[in-house]
């Protein structure tokens, strides 16, 4: 073997690396960079959670693999690739793939087309995963693996079914190019499913009222070639150089003296151990790069051992397969499936087990560059491989740095927690994975929150070889666990092997699982039932691989096999059916989103991506850790002499007033005595880089005493813990008479808990804030939904008059009200550093300090009483609601207002009374999400009509009917329905999903399946539109039409991904007859338009078209004298003349909603201007033993009146679904509270992507149908339409109530017919834990109810 030294001469003379086919040299000195930190200067690779949960930082790397001499392609997550990891390679980044000035790449213009992408912000990153997968195949890939291609890019907005649909055009061939279709504006519609011409309905669309069903008839389209050739003649090629040059040993260095080594062979690894025994070894670095950055490990040294021979090898053997440890998952993987074609299936039991698992490990992102050692050597306890590797046996080769080599086998390798039997100068070398033997089975096992690229909850890899002695008529079943004899028996038949055999294993198991109470993770119960309901499957599936064997009389009982059956999804098939209804050049058409292509592209600028100004400083906040305290002392001596310390601002700093709040302030900027939650800011630092400013933020100590702290709705309400003046009340008819008069049949009482829920919008909070004319002025670029609040912000904290204070937002990478007022006070706070160093200053949140700080949906706990006939008639609610209003007031109030004019959601109750109270925990804020409390009031709402449906033996769905509100209902809160559709929308989904027959159905297939049932549900909303505080009710618009007939509009309003620029210039296009193309939307502003509200409220098309509207009719009045004297042939040429005349050609829009208002003292008015009526359909599938499910149906109806744009309203109506599915069935806010003693008090545990799940491609419904109501125009909106963005989020709950459905048919089973709650999120744990059985009873009785943080 050869020497370090042999190696080092062999060094380069330059690192170096290809960008977008430019060649760059990669200066010494850093190893500490991301290739993301590198990129950044393009503005398509985003930053959205830095530790490879989100795929917004998706790049394709390139490199020559020498052995198998061709060109490798693959995608990979730049923000946790080192830098130097990519060394030699080819990086492409969304601006190599295509641009509007070069020409779109296929994948990026069928994004646009499709309406894939809203705010944009996940876009590039799409791009680049589909781009790779294209790139990397020799063969079109079929639609399963372009589903599967997408799991590690996360979407919040679009519900993907778009995306799916953009891509799957890629799967199929023999198609002509769709590009040759017509664009937006050539006349043709494009299918908002397909993103071509609609092949499903016909032109005459365009010509006014013909409805339309996209989906079903999609007609695909497709490349012959796609091995990235002949997409376009500007395919960037692998750069020549980096077909010859040979890599090379790399020694180089980062700040804070980091050193990172490249060798080449194993010696020299070998001997840079000896050199430094405690190094690194990296691969992927997707352990190690968490390690350093979100935990603060510091490794001063790192060996990246991605291109030693020796530790790549991957050859099937005769006794098995031999896997180097720096072999790659996704290699491993594709090896594992040639093998298992290739041989005999007997001897590849193992190998299909870890396909399966190798399946459901992170995103392909993380797959492609993470390794078989780093996966072993990290020996995390949720690591998937692990117990696979004992179970089936595998033996790890381990080399010394003498060379020596020894084999321990895999169930002797883990020692402990994160510990392993490898000794500093060793190194894993290999793995070696027998074949099975003939009865030899493997199964591996996997539980998480989300199917896909989530961490487990409970994992395990099982094997059994049955050894069947002739002579004794025995057969042994060995386990590495346990070994049962079953004996003289001639057959083995289902039911004996379940009494002798399953039980005693389950005892044993049972006596061996041991987690305690406090056990970090949480799920005790959930956990040790998991284990037993594991082997319980993995029993049944042996006996069911055995069956018809030797030895195995008969089959286990064919309702016993849906324990069995592995989980299969089939590709996502999404359906519309809308009508169009045209209204001059644009009103009306499937218009795509203006920004689109910009956003498809990766030259869409989002205030991160805004160019640093010179001189600028980067902000980072001091934060209390504790969640009720008194600041007894803050020591910053070592923050001030951290490198690139500029300064440090506290409370006294504040040049205006510190107290801050939307409605009242009670919130300091700056805590001053007491901090009242943990991720309070303190203080503010400053540097010249962002790292610097977090390394200084977290060199300042704080000292407390603590106090007491309130970390529940339970507590505050124990305590009478509430905001001052937030009692509400409303009344309709008495519910006490009611209740004492006995109409009632049935008075039931009980307790609704809501979960919370994070926004996470893909782009986090920023902003960026400078002075002007010595400090005179304030600008700010900042990602808001309301930058009229920044602008009030500042200048009130800065005490400078709002004029001089102006803050401008492009576009926002998804806000969905989290940016309505939080981002308010974090642009507030860098305003103090740079206002009075005269600089500017940027802030930019880690993810994991925005989802802990800035708020979230409101919990909720509602206490209801209802009195209802034995027909299921309401007669009387009497409600309490409280929701977590955190430490400040924020729009709490207006929130819990909202939910409380919601909670009888679409139903008519003569007597009503509904009380709410705001309360103050010592949580950070909560604040607006979509709905704004309305889903909330709506979801307790339908937990109380479900529970009448079981007190009275109905179906939900006939108590629903029966309690409808309709034309001239009168609701709690004195507003009297008028223009009511609910019943032809609930009536038009009822016959479009076959009610009846579904519920038929379902029976059936739970009648002949025990350990997996089906549900269903239909669950209708109506969604007042308005904002319920009244002088926000207003929009105003700036109007200019130049010369060239082109038109540019300003309004209050901000783009987030909802189409409202997009809506907003069809309006003024078609109020002008001129097309689309000639109106502009550049951004909102302060200074073009004062004082608008926050764009939020669904009501924003309403407000800002109306307005826009305006400015444009005032504009057209002043032309028509002119335009009356010729005529004109183009838009352009009376725009001159005009000009020409003197006539001004800018105008003020203006708009108030009318007829609306509502007084809280008396109870009464009219808070909303119409309704927004829809309904949806749900069938789920669970599986019983785990508490998984899928969505096998969804099918939403909504009355939109005439839409305004209908692909941008299906859009939002999936797009808000899916959200509302993930609240619903999915995403669970751990907080540091009574419930969750593992948690320190009041800190948030789901503060990332790797804990918090939003819902990924794979849980989009399979089927997945949206209409819109037809022949239903909206008298109280522009254009006869209606709002949408917030209207359909809570449909999604019908998923909810469809899992309980089945949950229901479940307990069944058990004998269990009782109600029982069921708290969102149903998550697996909820699930499993409620679908009582033999398995869960040891550790749970039938009333047990996991823990919710409420
Ligand atoms: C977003 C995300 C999702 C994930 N999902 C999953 C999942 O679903 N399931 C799962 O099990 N894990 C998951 N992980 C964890 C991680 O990806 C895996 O453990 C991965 O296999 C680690 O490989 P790596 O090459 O990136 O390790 P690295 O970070 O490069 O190295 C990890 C450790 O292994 C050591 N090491 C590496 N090679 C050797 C060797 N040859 N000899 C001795 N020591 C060595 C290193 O020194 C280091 O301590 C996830 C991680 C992320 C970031
Ligand atoms: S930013 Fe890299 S995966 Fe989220
Ligand atoms: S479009 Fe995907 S996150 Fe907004």
């Not at 708020?855 to 209802?868: E, T």
Request: with cysteine; charged share 20%; hydrophobic share 40%.
């Amino acid at each position: 073997m050869g020497s370090l030294k042999n190696e080092e001469e062999l060094e380069a003379k330059e690192a170096i690396l290809y960008v977008n086919g430019v060649r760059r040299v990669l200066p010494d000195g850093l190893a500490h960079l991301t290739l993301l930190e590198y990129l950044r200067g393009l503005t398509g690779t985003k930053l959205g959670c830095g530790e490879g949960g989100c795929g917004a930082c998706t790049v394709m790397a390139s490199y020559f693999d020498r052995n198998l001499k061709k060109c490798v392609h693959h995608a990979l997550n730049a923000c946790l690739a080192p830098l130097y990891s990519v060394e030699g390679m080819h990086v492409i980044t969304v601006e190599g793939v295509g641009s509007r000035r070069s020409e779109l790449h296929p994948v990026q213009e069928s994004l646009a087309q499709s309406h894939g992408s809203q705010c944009g912000f996940c876009t590039p990153g799409f791009v680049m995963s589909m781009y790779a997968l294209l790139r990397s195949s020799k063969v079109p890939p079929t639609e399963e693996q372009i589903e599967e291609s997408l799991a590690g890019n996360l979407c919040r907005c679009t519900g993907y079914r778009p995306i799916v649909d953009a891509f799957r055009v890629f799967a199929k061939t023999n198609d002509t190019l769709y590009t040759n279709a017509q664009g937006p504006t050539g006349g043709e519609l494009l299918c908002p499913s397909t993103g071509k011409p609609c092949s499903c309905g016909s032109k005459a669309a365009n010509d006014g009222e013909k409805s339309r069903a996209c989906g079903s008839g999609l007609t695909p389209i497709s490349y012959s070639e796609i091995d990235g050739s002949s997409y376009t003649n500007k395919e960037l090629i692998f750069p020549p150089e980096l077909l010859l040059r040979k890599l090379t040993y790399l020694n180089l260095c980062g700040s804070g003296g980091l050193k990172w080594y490249r060798p080449l062979r194993l010696q020299n690894v070998l001997d840079l151990k000896v050199r430094y025994p405690d190094a690194k070894l990296v691969v992927g670095n997707t352990e190690v790069g968490i390690e350093m950055r979100l935990k603060r490990i510091r490794y001063p040294v790192l060996i990246s051992v991605t291109h030693v021979p020796e530790l790549n090898v991957l050859s099937a053997k005769e006794d098995g397969l031999e896997i180097g440890s720096a072999v790659r998952l996704s290699e491993l993987l594709s090896v594992l499936r040639k093998v298992t074609a290739e041989r005999a299936p007997d001897e590849t039991s193992s190998c299909r087990a870890f396909i399966e698992q190798i399946k459901w490990f992170a995103g392909t992102q993380i797959r492609n560059v993470a390794s078989v050692g780093g996966n072993i050597c990290t020996a995390s306890p949720i690591s998937d491989l692990n117990p696979l590797w004992m179970a089936a046996g595998a033996k790890f080769r381990i080399i010394d740095f003498k060379g020596n080599i020894r084999t321990v086998l895999a169930e002797n390798f883990f020692l402990g927690y994160r510990k392993v039997d490898l000794a500093s100068g060793e190194v894993l070398l290999s793995v070696f994975l027998p074949w099975t033997r003939p009865f030899e089975h493997v199964k591996e096992f996997k539980q998480a929150h989300r199917r896909d690229d989530d961490i487990a909850i409970v994992n395990a890899g099982m094997r059994v070889y049955f050894e069947v002695k002739d002579q004794s008529n025995c057969l042994w079943w060995r386990c590495p666990s346990f070994t049962f004899c079953i004996k003289n028996k001639r057959f083995f038949d289902w039911e004996e092997l379940e009494q002798e055999l399953l039980q005693g294993a389950l005892a044993v198991l049972e006596q061996d699982i041991l987690i305690k109470e406090d056990a970090p993770g949480g799920m005790v119960e959930f956990r040790k039932s998991l284990t037993l309901s594991f082997f319980f499957k993995f029993f049944l599936w042996v006996s069911h691989e055995m069956d018809g064997q030797d030895y195995f009389g008969e089959s286990i009982p064919s309702s016993h096999l849906s324990a069995v059956q592995s989980f299969h999804r089939p590709p996502v098939m999404g359906s519309h059916d809308f009508e169009v209804r045209k209204h001059g050049t644009s009103v009306g058409s499937s218009e795509v989103h203006l920004s689109a292509r910009l956003q498809v592209t990766g030259e869409a600028e989002y205030t991160d991506d805004t160019p640093i100004p010179p001189n600028c400083l980067h902000a980072a906040f001091v934060m209390s850790r504790k969640p009720h305290a008194r600041i007894l002392a803050i020591d910053d001596v070592e923050a001030r002499s951290s490198a690139g310390f500029a300064g440090i601002f506290y409370v006294n700093d504040v040049p205006g007033d510190n107290m801050t709040g939307p409605i009242i302030a009670d919130e300091e900027l700056f805590a001053s005595e007491l901090v009242t939650c943990v991720g309070q800011v303190i203080g503010v630092v400053v540097a010249d880089t962002h790292e610097n400013a977090k390394l200084a933020a977290r060199n300042v100590h704080v000292q407390y005493e603590e106090l007491p702290a309130i970390l529940s709705i339970e507590e505050a309400v124990k305590s009478k813990s509430f905001h001052p003046n937030t009692e509400r009340i409303l009344t309709k008819g008495d519910v006490e008479h009611c209740f004492r008069s006995g109409e009632c049949d049935k008075v039931i009482e009980g307790e609704v808990q809501v979960g919370g829920q994070e926004h996470f919008y893909l782009e986090p909070h920023s902003s960026l804030i400078w002075t002007m004319d010595g400090g005179n002025e304030v600008h700010m670029i900042s990602s808001t939904q309301a930058p009229q609040k920044h602008q009030k912000y500042v200048s009130h904290v800065l005490g400078l008059a709002m004029s001089k204070v102006v803050c401008k937002t492009k576009r926002i990478g998804g806000g969905f009200g989290g940016k309505e007022t939080r981002s308010a006070s974090i642009a507030a706070v860098a305003a103090v550093p740079s206002y009075l160093l005269n600089r500017p200053v940027k802030i930019t949140l880690d993810r994991d300090i925005d989802m802990m700080i800035s708020g979230q949906r409101h919990s909720f706990l509602g206490k209801y009483k209802v009195g209802f006939t034995n027909d299921g008639k309401v007669l009387a609610l009497d409600l309490k609601i409280f929701n977590n209003a955190g430490n400040s007031l924020d729009l709490s109030l207006a929130i819990l207002e909202h939910a409380m004019f919601h909670s009888n959601n679409v139903y008519d109750i003569p007597n009503v009374r509904v009380c709410g109270r705001v309360c103050f925990t010592n949580f950070p804020s909560n604040t607006a999400f979509r709905g704004f409390g309305g889903p909330q009031g709506m979801l307790i709402a339908e937990n109380w009509i479900q529970r009448i449906a079981t007190e009275v033996s109905k179906s939900p769905e006939e108590i629903r009917e029966i309690n409808f509100a309709s034309e001239g209902s009168v609701m709690h809160y004195s507003q009297r329905i008028e223009h009511c559709t609910l019943q032809r929308v609930w009536n038009e989904l009822k016959s479009s999903c076959n009610f009846l027959n579904a519920r038929k159905e379902v029976e059936q297939f739970n009648l002949h399946n025990r350990w997996k049932k089906r549900g269903v549900a239909m669950i209708p909303t109506n969604f007042g539109i308005s904002f319920t505080v009244k002088f926000m009710n207003q929009a105003g618009a700036l109007v200019q039409v130049y010369t060239d007939g082109t038109v540019l509009v300003t309004h209050g309003g901000v783009e987030m991904g909802q189409g409202l620029h997009t809506k907003v210039a069809q309006i003024a296009a078609s109020s002008f007859n001129i097309p689309l193309s000639s109106v502009f939307i550049s951004e909102t502003s302060t200074d073009k338009v004062p004082n608008a509200s926050p764009t939020a409220a669904s009501a924003s098309s309403d407000m800002y078209g109306a307005a826009v509207l305006d400015a444009c009719e005032q504009i057209k009045a002043r032309m028509e004298p002119i335009g009356a004297r010729h005529n004109f042939s183009s838009f352009a040429e009376l725009a001159n003349a005009c000009y020409m005349e003197r006539i001004d050609l800018s105008a003020h829009g203006f708009f108030i909603t009318p007829d609306i208002g509502f007084d809280w003292e008396t109870g009464k008015g009219k808070p909303f201007r119409y309704f927004t009526y829809g309904a949806a359909f749900a069938e789920v599938e669970i599986d019983t033993l785990t508490g998984d499910f899928h969505t096998r149906t969804a099918d939403v109806f909504l009355d939109l009146g005439f839409s305004l744009n209908p692909a941008i309203d299906v859009g939002q109506i999936e797009g808000a679904f899916v959200q509302g599915w993930g609240w619903v069935a999915l995403e669970e806010l751990k907080w540091g509270d009574a419930s969750h003693k593992w948690i320190p008090p009041g800190c948030l545990f789901t503060c990332g992507p790797g804990n918090y799940k939003i819902p990924s491609v794979n849980d989009v419904p399979f089927k997945f149908k949206v209409s819109l109501l037809k022949g239903a125009p909206n008298v109280k909106a522009i254009h006869s339409s209606k709002a949408v963005g917030e209207p359909p989020f809570f449909l999604a709950s019908c998923v909810f109530f469809a899992i309980k459905d089945a949950i229901i048919a479940a307990r069944a089973e058990s004998g269990c017919n009782s109600w029982f709650p069921l708290d969102n999120p149903a998550t697996p744990e909820r699930i499993r834990m409620a679908c009582i059985d033999e398995f869960t009873k040891p550790f749970a009785d039938n009333n047990f109810r996991p823990k919710l943080s409420v």
